[in-house]
């Protein structure tokens, strides 16, 4: 194999956050993993990633959420992935990183994923290497949303969510974003949506009446989140509504099975989805294992009013407006 020639100039990629539009999850398997039926969407929000030569590696992060306290060693996933290059194309340059964050870090809108798709399109234009097969297969080994996060717009997931079919959709959705005060991880949320099945199928029908409001009630659906792996069926009313353009329907059937055990470990959560509910949201839906939650507005000036009304709200760090969906991880330079 002839080793392609390395750039010497810096190169810029983008990669997009996103939500998931459903979010189906089963059992878990041998390795821990949970299968997934979800629907992601790429939205506005971008992140902005720079590689550059140099004698050895670093990472420097700036941006809207430069303070929130990114790991700056391999535990970066922008490092990871250029190290995941290295190992699996022989590449051997050292980069300099900047990422310019601009998803909020650790809602559940994968913005950390997105900087491992930029950093991964931008350090194969840099090394000049261009099988984009490779570079999905070096992107699954990185976590479970980072193929999304590199192919971009709506696309279904199955498996980790990371075996992804692209999907058609029309028009564009305008979203809220309410991120939270408090903070959740993505293995707890996990962890917890077991236990609390594990609950529910050693009590009798009758006796799992552990209502918890309305907010609870509907997020998890009509008690799908109960039963096993059936639940995993495909989310066809959500891929209907998105290829006609139907966001009232859209609205009628985004599903997130995450949203019980979520609230259960951060009761705030049904709060804020109960104060978007009351101010008119057309969807109300946690973003992947949240904290975060999104709010499906009807225009932009709906979405407006909206983050005005969130931003008061208890339990709401802060509130932005995007758009869906957005590209995939591109090259801007
Ligand atoms: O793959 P990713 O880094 O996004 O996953 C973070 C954690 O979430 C995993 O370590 C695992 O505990 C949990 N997870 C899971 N099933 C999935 C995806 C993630 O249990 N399909």
């Keep these: 194999m002839t080793r392609p020639r390395s750039l010497h100039k810096p190169v810029t990629a983008r990669a997009h956050g996103k939500i998931n539009l459903h979010l189906g999850v089963g059992d878990p398997g041998p390795d821990g993993y949970h299968e997934l039926v979800t629907v992601f969407e790429a939205l506005g929000t971008p992140e902005t990633v720079t590689v550059e030569l140099a004698a050895e590696d670093s990472v420097e992060v700036t941006g809207r959420y430069a303070s929130a306290g990114i790991p700056l060693d391999e535990n970066n996933l922008a490092l990871a992935a250029v190290i995941a290059f290295r190992e699996h194309t022989g590449w051997g340059g050292n980069v300099e990183i900047t990422i310019d964050k601009q998803v909020p870090v650790a809602g559940g809108m994968g913005g950390g994923s997105a900087d491992a798709a930029a950093a991964l399109v931008a350090v194969a234009k840099l090394a000049g290497f261009e099988d984009r097969e490779q570079l999905r297969q070096i992107a699954a080994t990185l976590g479970s949303d ?188």
Excluded: C
Aim: hydrophobic share 40%; net charge negative.
């Design 146 to 333: 980072v193929p999304f996060a590199l192919l971009g717009g709506i696309a279904l997931g199955r498996g980790r969510g990371d075996d992804l079919t692209r999907v058609l959709s029309q028009g564009t959705h305008h979203w809220v974003l309410a991120t939270s005060t408090g903070t959740l991880s993505t293995p707890e949320v996990y962890r917890r949506v077991d236990e609390l099945r594990e609950q529910s199928a050693g009590q009798s029908p009758a006796s799992s009446g552990d209502e918890q409001g309305p907010d609870v009630a509907q997020g998890v659906g009509d008690g799908e989140t109960r039963s096993g792996p059936a639940r995993l069926a495909e989310p066809t009313e959500v891929l209907a509504a998105l290829a006609s353009g139907d966001i009232e329907k859209l609205a009628a059937h985004v599903h997130n099975d995450m949203t019980e055990a979520a609230v259960s470990l951060l009761p705030d959560i049904a709060h804020v989805m109960d104060e978007g509910r009351r101010a008119g949201a057309h969807a109300v839906l946690l973003s992947g294992s949240g904290p975060t939650v999104g709010f499906l507005a009807q225009n932009a000036t709906h979405a407006l009013e909206l983050a005005v009304l969130l931003e008061a709200s208890r339990g709401v760090r802060e509130v932005v407006r995007t758009t869906g969906p957005a590209r995939g991880a591109h090259i801007v330079t």
